[in-house]
């Protein structure tokens, strides 16, 4: 089976979908960050979720990203991405 590939971003990227995951109090949130170009008319505005905890929004962002065929890519400065989500690598 195929493992998934995301890349890890310093800041949201407007030609892709940001999972943007911190951690605060041991415990791990994220946010889906979706860019209203990237949608086609989907949306009007910038889409940014609420705070959900980190693999919910991991499964969000997912849904969406297969909804609209875009792209994902990962903010991650707290160390929170999860091995069983995919690899994590950044482009060199």
């Known amino acids: 089976m195929a493992v998934n590939r995301f890349e890890q971003v310093d800041e949201p990227q407007a030609d892709a979908i940001t999972l943007s995951l911190s ?13 209203a170009d990237l949608a086609v008319g989907a949306l009007v505005n910038d889409f940014v979720s609420d705070e959900l905890d980190a693999k919910e929004a991991f499964r969000t962002a997912i849904r969406l990203a297969n909804e609209l065929k875009a792209p994902i890519v990962v903010e991650d400065a707290a160390g929170v991405w999860q091995e069983e989500w995919g690899v994590l690598y950044r482009e060199e």
């Open 23 to 35: 951690a605060r109090g041991g415990a791990s949130f994220g946010r889906v960050l979706c860019p």
